[in-house]
């Protein structure tokens, strides 16, 4: 008689810890970001935190194609790089002090997204052939100066490539991404791409918002 | 009976989630081609502005032939190249392309029209 009570007892709390396992991830206050409304990003040059040299520019080159799909426009990555080095500005961390104000006067964008690179390559040898990204991305109002949004991801060589999320954007996305990375040969830039697109697809997981370009929901 | 409708749902829910997994990706919104790539070899210095403006130009025609559009960036970042090379009307050209299709980028089309095309 107290045998199958206890056993109930016990699928009522498996039950409840795997609910509150579901649970935990707080919703991201987007109140913010809907008041702005962005529609064109400009990117700047990566702060690299990690102890390979290619990591910014690596990343750098990857970010355009999610956050485009993602509905925004986004300035010429490439052509805004040329901009700073014309100006003096030679390295992400100095290009990082430049103003909001002086941003908007030139570029004219929305919104500044401000990119670090804390990991990249095979730096943290958990597994020794495992080939990791880590980015963090903070997305700021260059008229009010506020912060609209944060995320951070990472992709590794020693997981599933599967499991990217982002529903069917993400699907869209890992299609692309593999499409180009299946013709290269650098295995730290390919895995970057994977954690750009896991960064900054619009994911329904506190990822950023579509921006005005975007699909309507119902034909994504 | 009940085992059998069981059986049936059980069904059902394992041809709705392989179902799902088979869902085909919307088209991209842009015809991205070599773009990506074309951007990580810029920085990296890997080949010249002509190779990267044949390239590039030939993403341009696949996509006219596709009747696609061209990403952001896309039309600016050729016009750059242009203006390495010395050709100032591909490069007034280009900008102003990218401009018409994205108007958000006009001010800094301007501001580069007014730097590049001295």
């Given amino acids: 008689m107290t045998f199958p009570h206890s056993f109930r007892t016990l699928a009522a709390l498996v039950l409840v810890v795997l609910l509150a396992g579901c649970a935990t991830q707080q919703p991201y206050d987007y109140s913010a970001f809907k008041e702005s409304n962005p529609a064109s990003i400009l990117v700047l040059p990566p702060v690299n935190k990690s102890p390979d040299v290619k990591a910014s520019y690596s990343v750098y080159s990857h970010i355009t194609l999610p956050l485009s799909e993602a509905g925004y426009y986004v300035l010429p990555v490439a052509v805004v790089d040329e901009t700073f080095k014309q100006n003096g500005l030679m390295n992400a961390e100095e290009i990082r002090d430049v103003s909001p104000n002086k941003l908007y006067e030139i570029f004219a964008a929305d919104t500044v997204l401000y990119i670090d690179v804390t990991e990249y390559g095979s730096s943290y040898k958990i597994i020794s052939s495992e080939v990791a990204v880590t980015a963090t991305a903070t997305l700021v109002d260059l008229r009010s100066g506020k912060e609209l949004w944060k995320g951070v991801a990472r992709a590794s060589s020693a997981e599933q490539q599967q499991n990217s999320g982002g529903g069917l954007a993400g699907i869209l996305v890992t299609a692309l991404v593999n499409q180009v990375i299946n013709t290269l040969s650098d295995r730290g830039h390919e895995i970057a791409g994977i954690a750009s697109q896991r960064l900054l697809t619009s994911n329904p997981v506190n990822g950023i918002l579509p921006g005005p370009r975007a699909r309507p929901i119902s034909a994504r | ?118």
């Fill in chain 2, 1 to 118: 009976m009940n085992v059998t409708r069981t059986a049936l749902v059980l069904l059902a829910l394992i041809a709705a989630a392989t179902l799902t997994g088979c869902v085909t990706p919307p088209q991209p919104l842009y015809y991205w081609d070599g773009y990506q790539q074309q951007v990580y070899q810029r920085f990296e210095n890997t080949s010249s502005a002509e190779e990267q403006i044949a390239a590039l130009e030939e993403s341009a025609q696949k996509a006219r032939a596709a009747d696609r559009t061209l990403p952001p960036g896309f039309h600016a970042h050729l016009g750059m190249l242009y203006a390495e090379i010395g050709k100032p009307d591909q490069v007034r050209q280009q900008f102003e392309t990218e401009k018409a299709m994205f108007p958000e980028s006009a001010q800094y089309m301007d501001f580069l029209m007014r730097k590049f095309a001295k």
